[in-house]
């Protein structure tokens, strides 16, 4: 069988990125220039920047990501691109660069969910991986606890009602005063912390256990830090962030292994840029081994947005036979397993 490269790319927030990947889990580039430093300024993604960073840089990535790979656009077979969910002026930039590949080259469009991607992330450094698995999908927008039926075929069996876990991080994170993107830094501050030295409450929904709520947890640092000013105590940072990330953690990791318990499930994955979390990696590592179930995690480079996961996505779509034309469009509120 002749070698199938697909051209990823990927724009849907704060990260311009290319990749190709050879048979859907060979990486043979994967470029990303992150805009982070920029936005740390404002405190966060400031949409208008953002979407004008990536015209900047798009044609650049694109390039480079060719050149690592040592091929040109004839090696190409098709080029596989983020049209959502995300912001929508930043998903437009690569949905245009890819429909104007695709038109100039005549090479085939494949348009990829960003979650699917994320999801995907997994297959890339886990050849034997295959579905079905549950995944629990923990990013700045998007926390989903998902069983993945096949390539592209979900479902999603619990959701947050309200923040994403990133977001709460990155909440938790600007309330104490660690800046932006506040997930690493919460994760590096909690180091040194008692994750039991306050007790914040783990979100419960009403009607489905397997839903999320992120928003009371939030709630509840914020008022912790409100007090603490108002009666002029000292707020112990590595405390407060090991505390909250042990409440998300018990969340997030209660529920997948019950989803795997309840329904004899022997293969965990993670995705996301929060699946970078120490904490949360080494709880699901250890109680995925007590329950004899497989963890599954990507490499941080590949937890945080990047193309090389959405050339994986992408091939499993193209071996379908799944094509958009140039009508594809940037869908912001995109819901997965939707075309
Ligand atoms: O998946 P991602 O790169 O972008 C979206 O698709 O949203 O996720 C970004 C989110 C941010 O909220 C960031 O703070 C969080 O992932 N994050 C982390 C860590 N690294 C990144 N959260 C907790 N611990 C980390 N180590
Ligand atoms: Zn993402």
């Known amino acids: 069988m002749n070698d199938i490269n697909i051209l990823g790319i990927e724009s849907s927030c704060d990260e311009t990125a290319a990749a190709v990947i050879r048979n859907g889990r060979e990486v043979r580039s994967n470029i990303i220039s992150s805009q982070i430093a920029i936005h740390t300024e404002y405190g966060g993604v400031v949409p208008e920047i953002a979407s004008r960073k990536h015209l900047e840089k798009i044609d650049d990535v694109v390039s480079l990501a060719l050149k690592e790979a040592d091929c040109t656009f004839d090696d190409i077979d098709a080029i596989a691109v983020t049209y959502g969910p995300g912001l929508v002026g930043a998903l437009l930039v690569g949905v245009a660069e890819a429909k104007a590949l695709s038109f100039a080259l005549n090479k085939p469009l494949i348009g990829v969910h960003h979650i699917e991607g994320h999801i995907s992330a997994n297959y890339i450094e886990n050849k034997d991986l295959e579905p079905p698995f549950a995944c629990l999908i923990v990013s700045g927008g998007h926390t989903h606890l998902v069983m993945v039926e096949d390539y592209g075929k979900y479902e999603i069996v619990g959701r947050s009602r309200d923040d994403a876990a990133g977001e ?85 990791v209660s529920r997948a292994i019950n989803l795997c318990k309840e329904r004899g499930i022997k ?67 995109l819901k997965l397993g939707e075309r």
Not at 195 to 223: C, M, T, W
Not at 277 to 299: A, D
Not at 310 to 326: Q, S, W
């Open 168 to 252: 709460a991080f990155d909440k938790v994170a600007r309330a104490v005063g660690l800046g932006y993107p506040g997930g690493p830094k919460v994760d590096n501050a909690a180091r040194t912390g008692d994750p039991h030295a306050i007790e914040f409450p783990r979100g419960v929904v009403a009607g489905n256990p397997y839903d999320f709520s992120f928003s009371g947890i939030k709630s509840a640092v914020l008022n912790h830090i409100n007090k603490a000013k108002m009666t002029g105590t000292e707020i112990n940072i590595p405390d407060l962030c090991a505390s909250f990330q042990e409440a998300v953690t018990d969340s997030l």
């Open 267 to 333: 293969k965990l994955a993670i995705a996301g840029g929060v699946a970078s979390n120490s904490h949360i990696r080494s709880r699901l590592e250890s109680e995925c081994k007590e329950n004899g179930i497989r963890f599954y995690r990507p490499s941080p480079v590949l937890c945080t947005d990047n193309a090389a996961m959405i050339g994986c996505a992408g091939y499993y779509e193209y071996l379908k036979g799944l094509r958009d034309g140039l009508e594809l469009n940037a869908c912001p509120n």
